[in-house]
């Protein structure tokens, strides 16, 4: 099946010039992006519970103070590399820099998990050194 456009050319039905995605592709970007920000949002509010929680009245400031400028660098840094990186074919290397980072991330914060609940006698040394048995 053949239509003409305006300018008299003939183009076949089959041209994805109109969809440049498939909707399969659509969806799983878009539910990927939805996770992201679920679990962005679940991360922060995890955070703010054990900043209340932990963080002594007096001190919770200066710790505000860090946390906002860690935050801007960390923007910043985003966005250079964005720039530096603008074309479609450098966006892989963003995007394994962003895997690389949200895994040392999680690295620390189970360190962290971890030796907090030590500290608290949560987990007892014995319990956390020998294997459990099936």
């Given at each position: ?28 970007l878009l539910g990927s992006l ?5 679990g962005s949002t679940l991360f ?53 820099m962003s895997v690389l980072v ?33």
């Amino acid at each position: 099946v053949v239509s003409t456009q305006s300018t008299g050319s003939q183009k076949s039905e089959n041209d994805d010039s109109k969809n440049p995605l498939p909707s399969s592709a659509a969806f799983l970007l878009l539910g990927s992006l939805l996770l992201g920000k679920f679990g962005s949002t679940l991360f922060r509010v995890s955070i703010h519970q054990l900043y209340q929680e932990e963080v002594p009245r007096q001190e919770r400031g200066a710790i505000a103070g860090v946390q906002v400028t860690m935050n801007t660098f960390f923007k910043t840094i985003s966005m250079v590399l964005v720039l530096y990186a603008s074309t479609p074919t450098n966006f892989v290397y963003l995007v394994w820099m962003s895997v690389l980072v949200e895994t040392a991330v999680l690295g620390l914060y189970s360190y962290f998990a971890v030796y907090h609940a030590h500290r608290r006698g949560g987990i007892s040394d014995r319990e956390a050194t020998q294997p459990k048995d099936s």
